[in-house]
């Protein structure tokens, strides 16, 4: 049987994370069809189960992930890639995914792997990694979402620089950029990820939901509909056990006990 392209473990400690490893080292886990279709079903599947309430993303210490696979794809035409849906066919999946995603990421996240970054909630980033959307010097452009998402998180002059010149950007220009949450030593970058994932996990999963759909409606919307939504699903907590188990905890001083509903 071939080896899985995509690892995932369901962690003990902390409680109710899963951890999702790329698995291509010999390649900088460039992201070929077969890891796409891999990382899609298994997001669906970490999705639906109740036991998971965040899912930290991770690739290996020298690479989170170089890019699309340029070997698998330099030969192929405009009909190989538009009839075969390239790219929307797997990676769509990964925009439903309703959990948090942490993109825990060391060493080089290029052209896809900074945009599947990108499409997950938070980066954390090791002081070691390495943004990019080197596309344009291999003669194409960013095709996951980086021409999209990246000026909105790091705005259009940066954008621009960054997609039309290629070049590499260090962690800390990153966070300065605000393009990742935080930046943390190599060796600490597991250990960072899972305390936020759990801290995170250890929250009204319903709560934790609403925040993220909410929070994703601000690039969706206008402010007013925007406004209007968050006021709708704040009320609408309001119907959560756990609003009524969080709030009287505190009234009471003592820890809430949620039971994600
Ligand atoms: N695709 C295929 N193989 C790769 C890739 C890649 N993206 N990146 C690295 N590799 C392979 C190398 O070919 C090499 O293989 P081999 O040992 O057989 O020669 C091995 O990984 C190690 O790489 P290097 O020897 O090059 O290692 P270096 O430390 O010298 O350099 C770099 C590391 C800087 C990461 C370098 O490999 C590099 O520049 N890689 C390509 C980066 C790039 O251009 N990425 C963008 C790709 S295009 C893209 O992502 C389109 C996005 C839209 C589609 C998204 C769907 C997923």
């Not at 596309?135 to 452009?141: N, Q, R």
């Not at 260090?170 to 060796?187: H, I, N, W």
Request: aromatic share 8%; net charge neutral.
């Amino acid at each position: 049987m071939s080896e899985s392209l995509v690892l995932v473990e369901k962690l003990v400690t902390p409680a109710k994370v899963a951890l999702v490893t790329f698995n291509r080292p010999k390649v900088m886990n460039a992201l070929n069809d077969a890891l796409a279709e891999e990382l899609a079903g298994k997001l669906a599947a970490l999705d639906a189960d109740p036991d998971v309430h965040v899912i930290v993303v991770t690739g290996s210490e020298k690479a989170f992930a170089a890019g699309a696979d340029i070997a698998a794809m330099a030969e192929w035409s405009y009909g190989t890639v538009y009839n075969n849906n390239y790219i929307t066919k797997h990676w769509e999946a990964a925009r439903s995914v309703r959990k948090p995603l942490i993109a825990a990421v060391s060493g080089y996240a290029l052209g896809g792997g900074c945009e599947f970054a990108m499409m997950c909630d938070i980066i954390i980033a090791a002081d070691n990694a390495k943004f990019g959307q080197p596309e344009i010097t291999i003669g194409t452009i960013p095709g996951l979402g980086g021409t999209q998402r990246m000026p909105r998180a790091v705005g259009k002059a940066k954008a621009m620089e960054w997609c039309l010149t290629g070049r590499f950007i260090t962690a800390q220009e990153a966070e300065a950029a605000g393009l990742v949450a935080r930046v943390v030593p190599a060796d600490k970058l597991m250990e960072e990820a899972l305390a936020t994932a759990g801290k995170i996990a250890s929250f009204s999963l319903p709560a934790v939901m609403k925040v993220k759909e909410t929070i994703n409606a601000a690039f969706e919307t206008t402010l007013t509909q925007g406004l209007q939504f968050e006021r709708r699903e704040f009320h609408a907590t309001f119907a959560l056990e756990d609003q009524k188990e969080g709030m009287r905890a505190f009234v009471e001083k003592r820890k809430p006990n949620f039971k994600n509903s």
